[in-house]
């Protein structure tokens, strides 16, 4: 490779994977929202939590009233860890001095000065602004007007239509979301012999080992890419195709746990940096029509599943690899749970994959394009227009489709496809509530 092509990869890895404080990467994921908890974790009454989030030192809490906040870890006083702080009189207070605040940042109270402070109104905590939608609280945390939020129906839908889980990965962010908007991945890494798996996952997946190298194209939209895999049948006259997308920009729309329930699901995901080398995965399984297969769901992730790193499989373990699982009964020999599976081949490339090793193939054209995407959503930012998926106003996106549907060999996919996106198909049935 050419050493100017190498310096230009080498430039453009560091602005999609450094996302601190001041780095263009970072700016641009923070004039999204982003899930930053799931409600279930900040229960009312509970603690205060020290979290993370691209690589910001913060403080969750709810105050009495319920409401949730979002605090930088510092008290504005003398620098004392607010993470231990007390709830009480309508904030956070701070166990060093005893100020309060509220969960916009406001000082309430500076107990120890005259009058309870009189300059206190000139005193603000750092406090990003919240909203609670979908079983998680997210944060903007971008300078200016924050821009609507996206109601995806992954996330305004009743509790009864979709389950919310989060998973703590040890990598990189970008690659973690990749993972996610490789098709061809899917016939490989999550194979597995499927007469011997009675869950609905069975249902699902063997779509996934009809064709191993299925027709790939990409199309851009206004919320990022929409992925169309073809993957042509034995018989020779039709096809399964996979409609999947990526969310600018560490998002994605695909088909998980709720696909074997046909068509009016999707799985949205989330990759949020803690810092640049580790990262939550959020997964929002939805299905508007028929209820999700919770059983499954829960038992595939309660042995697997951990709050934070290290999960049960971990490279110290060498994820736990079974040689004998894996002469018939998967793949990989890693067990069915599909994000156990990803985690292992994202952390596998390394805390911060190097982009000037790999040799992109044409099966990779999702993310060749999502990576330019990125880039230019850091162009546009930087030149003052809002980056692509932005809105404004009440937004529901349901022209982000997912499908897995068979059709004719020679269907027109695209035109399907936005045939799909007008008919709403996350439309939900009354029944399920």
Known sequence: MADDRTLEIARNRDLLTQTGP???????????????ALSQDLPPGGPPQAVKVMSEDLVLFRDEKGRPGLLGMKCAHRCADLSYGRLEDGGLRCIYHGWLYDVNGKCLEQPAE?????????????????????????????????????????????????????????????????????????????????????????????????????????????????????????????????????????????????????????????????????????????????PLPRKDIHDGAESEWSKELPLRRNPANRYLQDREEQKGATFLGLGRQFTIHDIFATESQGPILDHTKENLATCDVAIARARRMILEGIADMQQGKDPRGIVRTDDDFRDIVVLTEPLPADADVEAFT????????YALDPALT
């Open 22 to 36: 001041g780095t263009p990467g970072g700016d641009l994921l923070r004039r999204y929202w982003q899930p930053v």
């Open 114 to 290: 005259p009058n309870g402070g009189a300059a206190r109104d000139k005193i603000r905590q750092l406090a990003y602004p919240l909203k609670e939608i979908g079983g998680a609280i997210w944060a903007y945390m971008g300078s200016g007007e924050a821009p609507a939020f996206p109601l995806y129906a992954a996330l305004t839908a009743p509790d009864a239509y979709r389950y919310a889980i989060r998973w703590p990965s040890a990598c990189n962010y970008l690659q973690g979301n990749e993972g996610n908007i490789d098709p061809v991945h899917t016939s490989y890494l999550h194979r597995f012999d499927l007469k011997s798996d009675p869950s609905a996952l069975r249902n699902s997946v063997g779509v996934f080992q009809v064709n191993t190298a299925p027709k790939l194209s990409v199309q851009p939209t206004r919320f990022g890419l929409r992925i169309f895999t073809e993957r042509r049948l034995p018989e020779g006259d039709k096809q399964i195709l996979r409609v999947t997308n990526f969310v600018m920009p560490n998002a994605c729309a695909i088909g998980g746990y709720e696909n074997g329930l046909g068509r009016g699901g999707c799985t949205m995901g989330w990759h949020v940096p803690i810092d640049d080398i580790s990262h939550y995965r959020y997964e929002f399984i939805f299905h508007s029509k028929k």
């Open 418 to 425: 936005e045939q799909m996106a007008k008919a709403n198909i």
